[in-house]
């Protein structure tokens, strides 16, 4: 079976947790450990977040004052590889003689799309109220609600194709687990000559997984969180959780924007696009949230 496993940036580096490279390591650790035993079994293609990451890179580019900060295609680019190493080298240590490769992915999105003017997309670490209000005057930035705390918003534009796609599938049919799409992948237009730039924004990981999966003909997109599983009525007294759901359901659901939300959109795009599965549950329980076991399970009928 083929997998499309989505892992979420904040599952790499937590909430609230460190950031230094050391700790990111030890969390792509514990996500490879989770994936080993899925990847033994089956065609595994792994794609992940890149939020918090690239939202520190952004940070660090802007406190070089003698030059100008890097744009947000450059910085994707950037985590893209940093991220990519990390889960490919532990992948290689934890599943020797299986072939690995990461590979840097452009997606294209339309120059005209109107979430360039309604910024959405959360970025970088968590703060509270105060401070985030203080950056947002500093620095122009757009900020949002994230749970609790709060963090910077920026564009995230619908991810319509994806340029390496047919090198992904030829990595794919030689038996290489692929490490791609990181972050959503770099955002890039293209233009009346058929030449690609990059632009100031950052996809949706989880829309550009589904797209990945869709257009792989992968059967399951397995999206792993820091959640056991998508709860309908979320923070509330009527909070329950959803194991076993049609995407016709999910779809009559209200979800946080900018956070679970895209994740319902994503399984529901898969689902009823291919009629494959779609699963969200807690990287720790890999396993079982392939299996069924743990997690929500999504599928376009009540199968």
């Known amino acids: 079976m083929l997998v499309v496993v989505a892992l979420g940036g904040n599952a790499l580096l937590r909430r609230g947790g460190a950031t230094d490279a ?57 985590s893209e590889g940093m991220i990519g190493y990390l889960i490919e080298q532990e992948l290689v240590n934890q599943l020797a003689g299986r072939p690995v490769a990461t590979l840097l992915t452009q997606v294209i999105v339309d120059a005209d799309d109107p979430a360039f003017t309604h910024p959405t997309k959360p970025i970088g670490p968590v703060y509270d109220h105060r401070t985030a209000s203080r950056l947002a005057a500093e620095r122009g930035w757009s900020i949002a609600a994230d749970g609790d705390h709060y963090r910077r918003v920026v564009a995230s534009p619908e991810p319509r194709a994806i340029v390496e796609l047919a090198t992904l599938r030829l990595l794919v049919q030689a038996g290489v687990l692929v490490v791609c799409v990181g972050g959503g992948g770099i955002p890039v237009v293209i233009d009346e000559r058929r030449r690609l730039s990059g632009v100031e924004a950052v996809i949706d990981k989880d829309l550009s997984a589904a797209l990945l999966a869709t257009q792989l003909e992968a059967e399951m997109l397995l999206m792993l969180t820091d959640v056991p599983y998508v709860e309908a009525d979320w923070r509330t007294p009527d909070a329950r959780p959803l194991t076993r759901v049609t995407a016709a359901d999910l779809r009559t659901l209200q979800f946080a924007a900018g956070s679970m939300a895209p994740k319902i959109e994503a399984a529901c795009r898969f689902v009823e696009t291919t009629g494959g599965v779609a699963a969200i549950g807690a990287l720790g329980n890999a396993a079982a949230v392939f299996e069924g076991k743990e997690g929500t399970q999504v599928t376009a009928d009540n199968r």
């Open 22 to 78: 050391a700790s990111q390591r030890a969390n792509v650790a514990t996500a490879v450990t989770a994936l080993a035993e899925l990847a033994l079994l089956h065609e595994v293609v792994v794609t992940h977040g890149n939020g918090p990451q690239v939202g520190l890179l952004a940070l660090q580019s802007e406190a070089v004052h003698e030059t100008a900060p890097y744009p947000l295609d450059v910085l994707g680019a950037e």
